[in-house]
């Protein structure tokens, strides 16, 4: 349900209809008659009245306040309340024409006499018709706290209607008491009591203000159109009219005995002024409205007058940027001068609004994928694209698509935004063909050094092989194992599409299998186990990387295993987080007991710790237990 209008209000007619109610049950206490009218030749309110007002206030008011404590219990018990005071007034009702006492008013209150022959204390049947109309009138409005919008819609309405038919009613029994004729006096039938008719005027407009502005009649006021401020004005203006007429007439009738010529042109003059007052304050209201409006409309023009020239400013600014829209039949709505500009460019077409673009570009190919371009926006798709366009003269354009959507939902059109990266795509051409050409240079150069190594290897064997003294050739040999080891890196990164760093697994296979080779080692006597993870590192940490492998693999072939020993040789390597670990162990006859490997005078020794502290700043560790175990650990460079 809609909160109240005014909150105020509102509780203010439901104090004054309770207030009348508690007078009218009070004034039939002994010494308390005054309250029950406002003149004691007036009926009072009678109890039953009196109670069901009460009734119907208490509900109006649990229900405007949501006390939902029990949402579906509360919710029946007010539909219970309405519907028993609704059913209450339709029994009086049947009960006046049937001459019988349906609703047992006659039993539970007690006679309390006459007043001009009309029985005092009893419901009037126009009273039981009002608390029928009313009951009916708050059931819808409980029936409007519903999930059913639809539904909470009709039987708001319909709660609306029954309020002011109701107020109608009231009010007509009320006027006739002001203008000292009440209805239905000197009648049979029993009158409605003063005290009731300003009660149900009371509860009706508490009724329309808890139903709030959606609903009628209140929607007929609230509302910024010409027929609300009218009505605003004009209801309002009449209802007193014809008040102060009624009363003028009665208090001219009793006090100056007018004849009824005077009396008429009074009248007459009365409703003049009256009209003359509705008319200048509705041509005041509508002359301001109309005021307010042109105030508006000029203020509206001129703010899209400066968002259109906002707009175009930002459309024409970007002097690379073409930005155009086309609606479904691929005809121009929109296109800036840089677009203009490159249809001239590259088809030699001068285009114009309500054209169509396809009809603009002479070459099919284009056209036929800007064609299919522009059918996925229309479908509903956004995307960008980069393509080469023009016959007379090349452009590349990175353009992005995207459907123009209307209120409605419907898509009517695409927008298209496209840069000219003619200039950035030969840019990245030359770089690309630079890079290129370095890599080539790149590749050249290891290949040379590659052979020049192989070269220096080759002269290094030839001089061996012409030498006798085996300790020479020995330091020969070694010597070509060390220069094979950094050819390994040239020969690596040659067949390689990385030239700044190595795969270490490919590199350490070669030069194990070259020492191997060197020392013409049987391989059923001594195993090589190699179990290196894939890793890439630095070139300038392959290089002394490369020769500590094949200074620990060379010392263990040449001293671990004397007299053809067996055994096998073990090289690890993997990646510890940002360090690698590498570990050359064998299964030979150890270490020295004496020697002291850091301060060594060998070659071998003394270049594997120079190179692991020097070249790659690491550490390194040996164990001599059932072999010799080298433990290596260094930082890389990813």
């Known amino acids: 349900m809609k909160e109240t209008l005014t909150p105020s209000l509102f509780r203010l007619t439901i104090i004054a209809t309770i207030g009348l109610s508690l007078s009218g049950l009070i004034a039939y206490l002994p010494g308390f008659g005054a309250l029950g009218s406002v003149d004691l030749e007036y009926i009072p309110m009678a109890p039953s009245t009196a109670i069901s007002f009460i ?53 539970i209150f007690p006679d309390m006499g006459l007043l001009h022959n009309i029985p005092i204390a009893r419901m009037s049947p126009s009273t039981g018709a009002l608390f029928c109309i009313f009951g009916l009138a708050l059931i819808f409005l409980i029936l409007t706290i519903s999930n059913n919008k639809r539904l909470s819609s009709r039987v708001g309405q319909l709660s609306g209607i029954v309020s002011t038919l109701g107020i109608i009613a009231s009010t007509t029994f009320l006027l006739g008491y002001l203008y000292g004729t009440p209805l239905l006096y000197n009648q049979k039938t029993i009158p409605m009591a003063l005290t009731t008719s300003l009660g149900f005027c009371f509860l009706g407009i508490g009724l329309i203000i808890s139903l709030g502005s959606d609903f009628f009649p209140l929607n007929l006021f609230f509302t910024s159109s010409t027929q609300s401020l009218i009505a605003r004005i004009f209801i309002p203006l009449i209802s007193v009219a014809l008040l102060v007429q009624g009363v003028l007439s009665k208090t001219l009738d009793v006090f100056f005995k007018l004849n009824d010529a005077i009396y008429s042109s009074t009248i007459v003059v009365l409703f003049i002024l009256i009209a003359g007052v509705i008319t200048n304050r509705l041509s005041k209201r509508i002359g301001n409205a109309i005021d307010k409006a042109e105030k508006l409309r000029e ?46 460019h590259a088809y030699n077409r001068t285009v114009d609004i309500g054209m169509s673009i396809l009809d603009c570009i002479s070459n099919d190919q284009d056209k036929n994928q800007l064609k299919s371009n522009y059918d996925r926006a229309l479908a509903g798709e956004s995307y960008n694209e980069i393509r080469v366009y023009g016959e007379q003269q090349k452009s590349y354009y990175e353009t992005l698509f995207n459907p123009i959507i209307n209120e409605d939902k419907e898509i009517i059109g695409v927008t298209a935004f496209a840069m ?16 290129k050409e370095k890599e080539t240079l790149l590749h050249e150069v290891h290949h040379r050094v590659k052979n ?33 080891a950094m050819s390994a890196v ?55 990387l490369g020769l500590i492998i094949n200074e620990l693999i060379s010392n263990s072939l040449k001293y671990a295993f004397p007299k053809e020993k067996e055994g096998e040789i073990s090289v690890t390597m993997k990646r510890l987080d940002k360090e690698l670990e590498l570990i050359v162990m064998d299964n030979g006859i150890g270490m020295p007991d004496k020697l002291d490997w850091k301060n060594s005078s060998t070659l071998g020794l003394k270049l594997v710790r120079t190179l692991v502290e020097n070249q790659l700043d690491g550490s390194i560790d040996m164990e001599s237990n059932n072999g010799t175990k080298f433990t290596i650990k260094f930082n890389v460079e990813t």
């Open 55 to 107: 009734v119907l206030s208490i509900s109006l008011y649990f229900q405007t306040k949501k006390l939902q404590l029990l949402n579906n219990l509360s919710k029946f018990v007010l539909l219970f309340f309405s519907f028993f005071v609704s059913a209450f007034g339709l029994l009086d009702i049947i009960g006046y024409y049937v001459d019988k006492d349906l609703n047992f008013e006659d039993s």
């Open 299 to 344: 203020t509206a023009e001129k703010q899209t007058k400066e968002t259109q020239i906002l707009l175009k400013s930002s459309i024409e600014s970007p002097r690379d940027m073409i930005i155009l829209a086309i609606d479904k039949n691929y005809k121009y709505l929109h296109f800036n001068d840089a677009h203009k500009i490159s249809m001239l």
């Open 420 to 435: 000219d990266i003619t200039d950035r795509k030969q840019a990245e051409e030359q770089i690309k063909a630079s890079l």
């Open 452 to 484: 020049n190594m192989q070269v220096i290897n080759s002269l290094l064997k030839l001089q061996s092989n012409n030498i006798e003294d085996q300790h020479v050739k020995n330091i020969l040999k070694d010597s070509q194992n060390r220069v094979y």
């Open 490 to 544: 040239h020969e690596t990164l040659h067949g390689s599409e990385r030239l700044s760093e190595i795969d270490v697994k490919s590199y350490l296979t070669k030069i194990t299998t070259s020492v191997f080779q060197t020392y013409s080692t049987d391989h059923r006597k001594v195993k090589l186990n190699s179990n290196v993870e894939d890793s890439l590192i630095n070139i300038n940490k392959a290089y002394p």
